[in-house]
């Protein structure tokens, strides 16, 4: 029998953290919110309430609802106050050895019965539940960027993942209202397998000088429909995760189709970063 999932802890209060521990919230459970900074979980509580006062707004919510919402999430400056957690998410940087960090720290204490799961865009779910106390209640669960907006979930089975771990994970990402899809543990799993090469292509059309910015974006927006073009997208995501994302194909799969563009490492050595550093493909003025 699956486990029935109330409260979830999340690490990381970033972009990420802070949209999983929003829609959580508003699906009625309690969340323990995790960061190594202070200051970030309150810029997380800050932007949390920003979408939820849009949401009144729009006739989406009463106030009553936002102060509800709001007062089911709250910090854990440390790691073992998600003791208790039935599901813990974490959501920190897309870097391996901070994500094995972070789950070995959680062996002591966490109940066996919890289900461990990791927001990676790219990284081996089987590699990073080996370090885990019960692997076999490891998953990944990859939300997709704006949180809150996004429909999609994808849940990844490592090797060692049981049946009643998948349909747990399935079932809440349910709860949340959102609709998950099964993706097997290879790089990059099925979106950013798909969508990152693409985006990687554009970065190589403009270094070869066959568009500019603004054509690439525009063929891309009108000719094939798509809501944003490629570069606008990047420096969504961020240059800096594209190319983590594209090294991490490379290695895994040893296929020059993969390969970064030089163009795309350039940006990256040079800072600049997309839209959370000013400057990427385009510029953006300062919040």
Known sequence: MALNIDTIGVIGAGQMGA?????????????????????????????????????????????PGRKA??????????????????LVVEAASENEEVKRRIFTSLRSFMKPEAILASNTSSISITRLASVTANP??????????????????????????????????????????????????????????????????AVYTLYEG???????DTAMRLGANHPMGPLSLADLIGLDVVLDIMETLYQGFDDPKFRPSPLLKQMCHAGYLGRKKGRGFFTYPAA
């Open 136 to 201: 076999e209640r490891f998953i990944g669960m990859h939300f997709m960027n704006p949180v809150p907006r996004m429909q999609l979930v994808e849940l990844i089975r490592g090797i060692a993942t049981k049946d009643d771990t998948f349909e747990a994970a399935k079932a809440f990402v349910t709860r949340l209202g959102k609709t998950a899809t099964m993706s097997e543990d290879f790089p990059a799993f099925i979106v950013n397998r798909i969508l990152l090469p693409m985006i990687n292509e």
């Open 69 to 86: 919402i709001l007062e089911r999430i709250q910090y854990a400056p440390t790691l073992d106050m998600l003791a208790d957690c039935d």
């Open 19 to 63: 949209g999983i521990a929003q829609v959580a919230a508003q699906a009625g459970m309690g969340v323990y919110l995790n960061d190594v900074a202070e200051e970030r979980v309150n810029a997380a509580l800050a932007t949390i309430n920003g979408h939820l006062s849009r949401q009144i707004q729009r006739g989406q919510l009463d106030e």
């Open 210 to 216: 066959v568009g500019s910015v603004e054509s690439i």
